[in-house]
């Protein structure tokens, strides 16, 4: 499996510690998108529709994460990519998940903990 993933963080430390993660696992990603805020994901998946997952921050400025979740999940031709959000605000997860993100890992971000949701929420996508 070759996973594109979008990682959605207005922290640019955060969306590096991930793709670090991420580079460790390169059976699995073969490529990965970075966005400062919802808008700029909501680009990049117009300009990238091969994109198979997207993880999500809830805090950011422009467009958070709640407000992609809505617009993203609106079309019905985003039903099939996985969104797992990442946050240190544990109160979001219900929110999140209503809105329809498929998971929520709490910050910081364990390695193995995030390559076994990924490899979970894609393997459907072979």
Do not use: C
């Amino acid at each position: 499996m070759s996973l594109n993933i979008l990682i959605v963080d207005d922290d640019f430390i955060n969306r590096k510690l991930v793709q670090a993660l991420l580079k460790n696992h390169s059976e699995l990603v073969s490529q990965t998108f970075e966005a400062e805020n919802g808008s700029e994901a909501l680009q990049i998946l117009r300009d990238n529709p091969n994109i198979n997952l997207i993880l999500l921050d809830i805090l950011m400025p422009i467009l958070d994460g709640k407000e992609f979740l809505k617009i993203f999940r609106s079309d019905p031709a985003n039903s099939k990519t996985p969104v797992i959000v990442l946050s240190t605000d544990d109160s979001q997860r219900h929110t999140v998940l209503n809105l329809g993100a498929e998971d929520f890992l709490l910050k910081p971000i364990a390695e193995e903990e995030l390559i076994d949701k990924i490899k979970y929420w894609t393997q459907t996508l072979d």
